[in-house]
């Protein structure tokens, strides 16, 4: 079934009913009985994982796993695995505006990438009763892999043709990831920007904003959103920037006020966060998760365009059990809201 996201969006965003978007994938580990290793390497494994998501909390979206790992393997970064937590890029695979001209861009399938479309195509069958959006990292964010999150920060003063050289590089290569996610079903996106968000608003103006809308302007349609995701702390300063790229929604993380930014965000645009997925979500208890939760709602339900959700991807490891008490207080709320 093909959404109107657009207008899917928007009545999830307005509806009288809170109803929670979390980014919630690699919990399935422990419903499928499987290890972090085995799901990220079987496109079966991670259909089977969302729709058993699917089936146990109800979700407004199915949303695939936030591996940030994936696209940075298919340029050639290194990369660490484990069987009980989310792949790691390790290293710098480019030092210096030498290794960034030399750079090529990958074809889409490379590495793994071509075992996550495929896990969407599998999901989009399995699935049918709510949107299903693809995990994919944002351009700056890769872009920092490959040249290293810290060593990136100074490189943007010291080294600016060499960022836009590969930032060049990883558009090109996302802009065509995210338009295979399309033609493999999915009905949108979400873009993980969270390097990004430790920029300063002039340098993510410069260095973030314009790439994301090159990819946004290159697959965002009525039937396809893209939701970009930044948990930077520093973006509460970026909100012409972030909205100037023109994502069909947003998504922020916990290290800030969700309620003072949805004061200052546009009313018309869909906001989503922010439990802490790993403080209270993956290490609370269920009445943590429930107080938190109800907080949050407390606190930012009177906006008409707030949509509750964790603050990032809820890690593997987290008890079931919080994430029931996540998706529970949402229903206490409602109902007592009626």
Same mark, same amino acid.
């Given at each position: 079934?093909?959404?109107?996201?657009?207008?899917?969006?928007?009545?999830?965003?307005?509806?009288?009913?809170?109803?929670?978007?979390?980014?919630?994938?690699?919990?399935?580990?422990?419903?499928?009985?499987?290890?972090?290793?085995?799901?990220?390497?079987?496109?079966?494994?991670?259909?089977?994982?969302?729709?058993?998501?699917?089936?146990?909390?109800?979700?407004?979206?199915?949303?695939? #796993?936030?591996?940030? $790992?994936? &696209?940075? !393997?298919?340029?050639?970064?290194? %990369?660490?695995?484990?069987? +009980?937590? *989310?792949?790691?890029?390790?290293?710098?695979?480019?030092?210096?505006?030498?290794?960034?001209?030399?750079?090529?861009?990958?074809?889409?399938?490379?590495?793994?990438?071509?075992?996550?479309?495929?896990?969407?195509?599998?999901?989009?069958?399995?699935?049918?009763?709510?949107?299903?959006?693809?995990?994919?990292?944002?351009?700056?964010?890769?872009?920092?892999?490959?040249?290293?999150?810290?060593?990136?920060?100074?490189?943007?003063?010291?080294?600016?043709?060499?960022?836009?050289?590969?930032?060049?590089?990883?558009?090109?290569?996302?802009?065509?990831?995210?338009?295979?996610?399309?033609?493999?079903?999915?009905?949108?996106?979400?873009?993980?920007?969270?390097?990004?968000? #430790?920029?300063?608003? $002039?340098? &993510?103006? !410069?260095?973030?904003?314009?790439? %994301?809308?090159?990819?946004? +302007?290159? *697959?965002?349609?009525?039937?396809?959103?893209?939701?970009?995701?930044?948990?930077?702390?520093?973006?509460?300063?970026?909100?012409?920037?972030?909205?100037?790229?023109?994502?069909?929604?947003?998504?922020?993380?916990?290290?800030?006020?969700l309620s003072a930014m949805l004061e200052k965000f546009p009313a018309n645009v869909p906001v989503?966060?922010?439990?802490?997925?790993?403080?209270?979500?993956?290490?609370?208890?269920?009445?943590?998760?429930?107080?938190?939760?109800?907080?949050?709602?407390?606190?930012?339900?009177?906006?008409?365009?707030?949509?509750?959700?964790?603050?990032?991807?809820?890690?593997?490891?987290?008890?079931?059990?919080?994430?029931?008490?996540?998706?529970?207080?949402?229903?206490?709320?409602?109902?007592?809201?009626?």
């Amino acid at each position: 079934m093909k959404y109107n996201m657009k207008k899917w969006l928007a009545d999830l965003a307005s509806a009288e009913e809170k109803k929670a978007l979390p980014i919630l994938s690699f919990p399935s580990v422990s419903l499928l009985g499987v290890s972090v290793r085995e799901l990220i390497s079987s496109s079966d494994l991670q259909a089977k994982g969302m729709q058993a998501v699917a089936e146990c909390v109800d979700s407004a979206a199915a949303v695939s #796993l936030m591996d940030l $790992s994936v &696209e940075a !393997e298919c340029f050639g970064a290194e %990369v660490r695995f484990a069987d +009980d937590e *989310v792949p790691t890029v390790i290293g710098q695979l480019i030092h210096d505006e030498k290794e960034a001209e030399k750079l090529c861009v990958p074809t889409v399938g490379s590495a793994r990438s071509g075992l996550y479309i495929d896990a969407i195509a599998k999901a989009c069958k399995l699935i049918t009763d709510r949107p299903v959006l693809a995990g994919m990292i944002g351009p700056f964010s890769l872009s920092a892999r490959l040249l290293d999150v810290s060593e990136i920060m100074i490189y943007c003063y010291d080294e600016p043709d060499m960022v836009h050289t590969v930032m060049e590089k990883a558009t090109a290569f996302l802009t065509e990831y995210a338009k295979a996610y399309r033609e493999a079903g999915a009905d949108g996106i979400v873009m993980a920007e969270p390097v990004a968000g #430790l920029l300063s608003p $002039s340098l &993510e103006e !410069e260095f973030a904003a314009p790439y %994301v809308k090159r990819i946004i +302007d290159a *697959v965002q349609a009525d039937d396809f959103a893209v939701v970009y995701h930044n948990c930077g702390d520093n973006t509460p300063m970026m909100i012409p920037s972030l909205t100037s790229v023109g994502a069909m929604a947003y998504h922020f993380g916990n290290a800030i006020d969700l309620s003072a930014m949805l004061e200052k965000f546009p009313a018309n645009v869909p906001v989503m966060g922010n439990v802490d997925p790993a403080g209270v979500l993956r290490a609370g208890t269920p009445e943590t998760v429930r107080k938190e939760t109800l907080s949050l709602l407390e606190k930012c339900a009177r906006y008409p365009n707030f949509v509750v959700s964790s603050g990032c991807d809820v890690p593997p490891m987290t008890p079931w059990e919080n994430i029931r008490a996540f998706f529970a207080a949402v229903e206490e709320f409602n109902e007592h809201s009626k």
